[in-house]
């Protein structure tokens, strides 16, 4: 797996996200009014990472592809960078 990052937004809130050895940004998080909130969604992510029904494909209105990485409960846990493919 990546490197996950933490920044802390202008807005005040955290945000993580997780990075390719390349650092190509891979998923970034929704904000966290805590830094520890934002640690519980970095294992969120390690948790639901390897079960494929927990990704949800999605296309943007100009053709780009993107996944929502979602947890148990169904909570967007991140979102994808856009890619010019679907696979």
Known sequence: MGKFI???RKNGE???N???GNGQTILSSEGYVTKAGCKIGI???KTNCSSDSR???RSSSNNQ???NLKAGNGE???TSEMYTTST
């Open 76 to 78: 967007i846990i991140g």
């Open 14 to 16: 955290y945000q993580f």
């Open 6 to 8: 933490i920044t802390k």
């Open 18 to 20: 997780l990075k390719a």
């Open 43 to 45: 294992t969120s992510v």
């Open 55 to 57: 990704y949800d494909k």
């Open 65 to 67: 592809y993107y996944f």
